[in-house]
């Protein structure tokens, strides 16, 4: 599908985004464009929307991880992980946008862009000194465009705030003084299906904005009431986020089998 007779222009698409509530700070961005699709200029055009929605003084995020633990990350070649979509990767490439140089990496541009993406490697990925807590604490705001809260990676930091018991092991590769040294970790990781929860708990608070962007349906929330509602929620049953074992999940049954060791 290309930019057909139904194609959203740039100019609604920035009026979608600004009925939503975007118009400023820092702003996480987590896309399927497949759902948003056709917008004018395509995936370039639903950037600079974005960009027109901020204005000059908000700071656009995407994640931009590679998902290639076996290959060392360079920010400057590195393509982000097909996972999260044609927007993200499209993002890093352009001019003046700021990367992690690590592969737990996010993009960021504008004003608080460096402050973002700055940093070493986080273990686990997205604890308080990752972009993610970077964006917490600068009372930054996550979209979800044409994705529900099982592509919010920002749940995980909530996950790590509130201490869940299960870290499944992982590894990235890494170079050390010109060599590539294998690096193993322990991540508060699953199939994150049941992050959908978040809908539920910030709807009923009156703390998420829903609408269209594109022809997508959309979600925005700050990312502090998204981090607080799974909390709360999480101190009731660490284990809330993971398929029940009747459900029959490889990656939560995996999770939950890591709280008995
Ligand atoms: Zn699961």
Sequence with gaps: MGDGDNAISR???RAQLGALGVGGGVLL???SFRSIRPVEDGPLGLIA???????????LVMPSWSGNDDEPFAPETTPASPDLGIVADLFWRQPGVERSEHFHAFAAIGPEAKRVTSGPLPLPPHGPDS?????LELDGQ???LGVGHDADTILHLAELFAGVPYRVPRYCTVLTDGRAVRVEYGENDHCCGRFALADEWLRSRGLQSEGR?????ARLARARDIVDVAVEHLARDPLLFLHSPEAACAECDEARRSTQS
């Design 11 to 13: 100019t609604e698409l």
């Design 213 to 217: 962007v594109g022809h997508a349906h």
């Design 49 to 59: 929307a974005l960009r027109d929605a901020l204005g000059p003084a908000g700071t």
């Design 142 to 144: 996550v979209l979800l």
């Design 29 to 31: 961005v987590h896309t």
């Design 131 to 135: 972009p993610v807590g970077r964006v």
